[in-house]
Structures are given as C-alpha cells and as structure tokens.
C-alpha cells in the first residue's frame, strides 16, 4: 500500500514564536506606523512641556500635557487592539493546523485498520514473497513429541513448489537455545538422498551442535519453474534438551518452555504439534509468534490474527492420559517463529 502524502493546505507558520509574530502583524499597516509616529510626537511634546515648564504660561503647560497623555493612551490602546486581532487570528490559525493534522492521523489510522482487516493481506504477502524468493511451501508439517528424558522429535512434512528455474539448494535450521553447549550431543538429522521426478534431493549438514542444526537441501539439478516437490526428514534433539520440571525451568532462567516452527520461506499452511509424554501435564500452555532466537519479541498484530482465527487446538486422550497442542496456521508470515509454548508441572 502506498504511504500517503501528507500535505498541509495553510501556509506553513514562521520559525519564530508566535509572539514575535503577532507583534509584526501589529506593525504591519500604515495606520500602525502614523500612530507610533503620532505617539513619539505626543510624548516629545509632553516632554518639552515638562522641560520648559516654569517658562510657559498655565495653559500652555495644561495643553501640553494633554496632547501627551492623550498621544500616550492612543498608542497603547490602538496597538492593544491590533495585538488582540492578530492574536485572534494566530489562534484560528493554529487551530486549522491542529484540526488538519488530526484529520490526517485520523485518516492514517483508518488506512491502516482498512489494510489489516483485509482479509487477503497475508496471502499478498506470501505471493510477493513467492516471487522474490523463487519458492513457496503450499504444506509444511512438523509433529514434535516430548520424552520423559527431555528429549525431543521432530517429524516434519513437506510440499513445495519453484517459481522461477535456477534455485539449487534451501535452507533449514533447527534450535534448542536452551540445551547446555557443553554437551557433546547434538541435533541428529535424518533424511535420505530422493529422487522426484527428474531432480535429485540430497540433504548436507553445514553446522551442528546440541543448541543449532543447519542443513541445505541440495537439488540436481537445478529446479525448474513450477516443479513441485515433496519431502520428509526427521532431527533429533538429545535428551536434557527441554526442562521437564518447573524447578529445572526456573534453574535456566526461563519463564515458559516451547517448541517453535521458522517460517522460514513463504508459505501457504504450516501445522506444527506437540505431543506431551503419557502423564506429563503441563501447568499452564499457550502458542505465540515471535522474532529472534533468543530475545522472542511477540509480533503483535500475527498473535492477535492466530488468536481471532482460532488457529489453536488441544486435543486429549483419556485412554493414553496424553495432550497434543496443534497451531495450524494459513499464510504465516516469512521470517518469523510460530511457536507452542508450556510450563512443565
């Protein structure tokens, strides 16, 4: 959407203060400068009277000080009167101005009430996005379940499609922030060489570490437009990796524990689950959206469309005593985490 232009239809006021302003606006006119002059002279007159007085006669002195007094209260009453107006009108003034500039902010805050209410907006964005990254995900599916040991399985499902030729490899990553580093396990990946159609798939493992994953799926060759793709691979999070106590929640500093999902190319569906161990019931649960790895900033606006559309379930089984959290999201938007978060009992 276009910003729009913001343009003010009165002329823009002076730098200095207003009442500067309204003293040159008293000093304007013609008449304003003959009554100053009037006044000088008045008060010369008065002065001379007061100076000569023991020469002049009665009268003389009396119709001197006259002139002035009168000359003296002229000057002040007309420029009181001038200062008044244009002050009145420096006020009216203002008020235009402020009476323009809240009808554009209000007219900025219907345009973008306008623009979030649309309906379409996310699947804009990820048609955009599309475009620009040269692939989209029309399903993406991760179904994690929890250990008793604090280990963590990830299973995830994917469909994709190209659309623009030339896109070789993409990337995936994977996270446990909180997993001690000092460990020597790490985040396993299981995936195996696929042969779709006439491309090739081969997974490579850039990085791994107990806390990060990094892989590339690699295609040969290259992907055309509107090839479609789809795969599957697992990754393991070793055991510890998650508090399963709050004691053990609290001991590393943190308020809630979470399994989160990168939306990390555009995407039209992305489901992501947990599925808690056989008598593990969580305190208290909740799903969220955020930036970052670590700082988990909420992004306002993505919760409260999840929350209004009622992307969020959970689902229990009394035969198996197990809880499955789902976050179902269409259209998610591209660069942040969709996340299903609990506190341990």
């Not at 203060?17 to 100053?36: D, E, H, N």
């Not at 030339?166 to 790490?186: K, R």
């Not at 590339?216 to 509107?226: S, V």
């Not at 070793?238 to 989160?260: C, H, I, V």
């Amino acid at each position: 959407m276009d910003t729009p232009h913001i343009s003010a239809d009165t002329e823009a006021p002076s730098r200095t203060g207003w009442m500067k302003r309204v003293l040159r606006a008293s000093m304007r006119s013609f008449r304003a400068r003959l009554v100053v002059a009037l006044g000088i002279l008045g008060s010369l007159v008065g002065i001379l009277t007061f100076s000569l007085g023991p020469t002049l006669t009665p009268q003389l002195r009396t119709a001197g000080l006259a002139i002035s007094i009168v000359a003296f209260t002229t000057i002040v009453l007309f420029h009181t009167v001038r200062a008044l107006v244009a002050l009145a009108r420096e006020g009216e003034w203002l008020a235009k101005d402020a009476d323009t500039a809240w009808s554009q902010v209000r007219s900025l805050n219907q345009e973008k009430k306008e623009w979030q209410e649309q309906p379409d907006t996310p699947s804009r964005l990820t048609r955009l996005a599309s475009a620009l990254c040269g692939v989209v995900y029309y399903n993406h599916v991760t179904d994690g379940t929890l250990k008793h040991d604090g280990a963590f399985e990830l299973v995830s499902r994917l469909a994709m499609a190209a659309t623009v030729s030339g896109v070789d490899s993409i990337e995936h990553h994977v996270y446990a922030p909180h997993a001690p580093e000092q460990w020597d396990q790490a985040i396993e990946l299981t995936a195996q060489d696929k042969d779709d159609k006439s491309v090739r798939l081969m997974p490579v493992i850039v990085e791994k570490s107990a806390q990060r994953l990094e892989w590339l799926l690699k295609a040969i060759p290259e992907f055309k437009r509107n090839d479609r793709i789809e795969y599957r691979y697992k990754e393991d999070v070793p055991p510890g990796s998650f508090a399963m106590t709050r004691k053990e929640l609290f001991e590393r500093n943190m308020q809630w524990e979470s399994m989160d999902v990168f939306a990390e190319w555009p995407t039209e569906r992305m489901s992501l689950s947990v599925k808690m161990p056989a008598g593990f019931v969580p305190a208290d649960h909740d799903f969220d959206v955020w930036f970052g790895v670590h700082n988990k900033l909420r992004h306002q606006q993505e919760y409260a469309r999840l929350r209004a559309l009622d992307f969020w379930r959970i689902n229990r089984n009394p035969q198996t005593n197990e809880i499955v959290y789902t976050l179902d999201v269409t259209f998610p938007i591209q660069g942040l985490h969709y996340a299903i978060k609990w506190i341990p009992p």
